[in-house]
């Protein structure tokens, strides 16, 4: 069977590498984890021949990657790595932690344990699926930890965003992301909420949060919209830091919090690249 190696990217936290074949496009990618901080991922696979990964195959062998985990028979559960995912509806997270009983449970080592529950999870994590990764290592150096799948085939996927609400979106592909690219939806046509300084609204513009764990804390951009007044920039991300659309792509598996300031949900939808 032929088969083309590919190097899709390379940069900030990530890179991967994908198989092309006749049936499908399977690879995998490295995350560089900050230690002791907070890390937003995102899930850019299938299980491989289709549907969502299960939480224990989001991250391949997390101790052995050197995630840190623990026990209730160690009392160390306190020093786990934790896993936090977020539902926009309740502004909540569910929680589950990485176990580790230093062999005393074997079967249970290296599974995430659903805090509400005391016992191994089997949630699914679909293609496009976020979540935090708190580190409980030291500060200062970082960890790498692979995913692999299958690259979806779908030609497009919608994450459906809550109005006035904090959402946790990624690209649900193992490409990296224009920000204002080609391939990046019409938001406001889809109903997203924009804003511009000539319109004096841009507080009401709905904005895009993106994570930088190494100084605990975010990159704005705002939506534009002058209502036609400059036509060419409406629909546009605006980084909050220069007042120009920006040129910014997010590396694959980097999630965005977006920010919704509208009355209603709409569909944020991504488009395949490959």
């Known amino acids: 069977m032929k088969k083309l190696m590919m ?32 890390n937003m991922i995102s899930v850019p696979w299938e299980a491989v021949g289709g549907g969502a990964l299960s939480i224990q195959e989001m991250l391949n062998d997390p101790l052995g990657a050197g995630l840190q ?24 997270y569910k929680d589950y932690y990485l176990y580790d009983s230093g062999g005393e449970y074997a079967g249970w080592d290296g ?12 949630d699914p994590f679909a293609k496009g699926s976020t979540f935090w990764l708190l580190s409980k290592a030291d500060v200062g150096g970082t960890t790498a930890v692979t995913q692999a799948g299958q690259a979806p085939a779908a030609a497009s996927v919608v994450a459906a965003i ?22 990046a939806p019409d938001l406001l046509a889809a109903g997203a909420q924009g804003g511009s300084i000539w319109l004096d609204n841009v507080a009401d513009a709905d904005i895009l949060k993106v994570w930088n764990p190494a100084t ?32 910014d792509a997010l590396p694959i598996g980097k999630p965005f919090w977006y920010l919704s300031k509208g009355s209603g949900g709409f569909d944020f939808t991504f488009t395949k690249t490959y």
């Open 7 to 38: 190097t899709l990217a390379a940069g900030l936290t990530v890179s991967a590498l994908l198989a092309v074949d006749s049936e499908n496009i399977v690879g995998y990618q490295t995350l560089d984890i900050t230690d002791g901080k907070l």
């Open 69 to 92: 985990g623990g026990s209730i028979w160690l009392d160390n559960v306190a020093d786990a790595d934790i896993v936090k995912v977020w539902n926009p509806a309740t502004s909540g």
């Open 111 to 122: 599974q995430w344990i659903d805090n509400a529950s005391g016992q191994p999870s089997t």
């Open 162 to 183: 809550t109005a006035g609400k904090l959402n946790m979106v990624a690209n649900p592909y193992p490409t990296a992301y224009e920000l204002n690219g080609a391939a």
């Open 216 to 247: 605990s804390g975010y990159k704005d951009y705002y939506l534009y919209d002058s209502g036609g007044e400059y036509a060419g920039w409406d629909g546009q991300w605006i980084d909050d830091s220069t007042g120009m659309p920006t040129e």
